[in-house]
């Protein structure tokens, strides 16, 4: 079972992208260009999910543990610094340029499409030249390993 | 008026609700917050007894246009954008989420969903940003 639920988290995720619409990348650049209409369907989209996984981070927090046994790895960085404001505006930008986040543009891969391929990975050798910059500087590298997704 | 081409209500919420499900499976079975960005930025490089599930997750990300092409009628995307904007912008999405430590799924669903500021920072954030990179590139260029 627990070989196999990694996957079919990752199938579940993929299944409720496919559906929702956020696998379009016309669609997504329609909510980021304004449109009313798919502002109010990624509300739906998000809304849906928090709710769930809001239960979900309450049930979990309470038992302290996962099901499996093991810690839960809860990020634990709660400044909102310079880091996360210059890599989220750096995202946004990206996510404008093409209308791919990271989880819908690999599940396009998976539809064997080439664009969304080169795309991937791009965003592979981002985070590898993220990953070598990081490990130059005086930061611990503690400090970055949090899994905040 | 309601505009039902782009207001699709039902797949929306159902896509959601899914979305939600994989998030409190990972997090209550595994004990860990899901995060397409995460996922992949932990096999970059990938470290010593943490890979596998990563590696697992997105193998089911990238199985799931199959199995949505048999359970409801799913469409492949049309991608638009030409080989230059696919780079450059993948490797800011890469760079930006590692750099944030998170994206749409890690801050925007499992972070506003454990009522983080800092995620809810982040998502104001990226969503401004991509707002004003979509008005820049239809009206200035």
């Known amino acids: 079972m627990n070989r196999i639920s990694p996957f079919l988290v990752g199938l579940v995720f993929g299944l409720g992208l496919c559906l929702s619409g956020m696998t379009e990348p016309t669609k997504v650049l329609g909510f980021l260009g304004g449109g009313r209409a798919m502002k109010q369907t990624i509300a739906f989209v998000m809304g849906g999910a928090v709710v769930v996984a809001f239960v979900a981070f309450r049930i979990a927090i309470r038992r302290g543990s996962s099901l499996s046994g093991g810690h839960l790895h809860l990020p634990v960085a709660q400044a909102i610094d310079a880091r996360l404001v210059a890599g989220s505006l750096i995202f946004g930008v990206g996510w404008g340029l093409v209308g791919l986040c990271p989880g819908p543009a690999i599940v396009d891969v998976g539809y064997l499409d080439g664009h969304a391929a080169l795309f991937v990975l791009s965003m592979a050798v981002g985070m590898g030249l993220y990953g070598t910059l990081a490990a130059v500087p005086a930061k611990p590298a503690g400090e970055l390993a949090i899994d905040d997704g | ?141």
């Open chain 2, 1 to 141: 008026m309601i505009d039902w081409i782009h207001f699709t209500p039902g797949s929306a919420l159902a896509g959601g609700l899914l979305i939600g499900l994989a998030a409190a499976w990972l997090i209550l079975q595994h004990g860990h917050v899901l995060g397409a960005s995460g996922l992949l930025g932990g096999l970059v490089p990938p470290r010593e007894g943490d890979w596998p599930w990563r590696a697992e997750a997105i193998l089911g990300l990238i199985a799931a246009p199959l199995v949505a092409r048999f359970l409801f009628n799913a469409h492949p995307p049309t991608i638009a954008a030409g080989w230059a904007m696919l780079v450059v912008g993948g490797l800011l999405v890469g760079f930006g989420t590692r750099l944030a430590n998170g994206c749409t799924s890690g801050h925007g669903v499992c972070g506003l969903a454990r009522i983080s500021p800092r995620s809810f920072a982040a998502t104001v954030i990226f969503m401004a940003a991509g707002f004003l990179t979509v008005f820049l590139l239809r009206h200035i260029l």
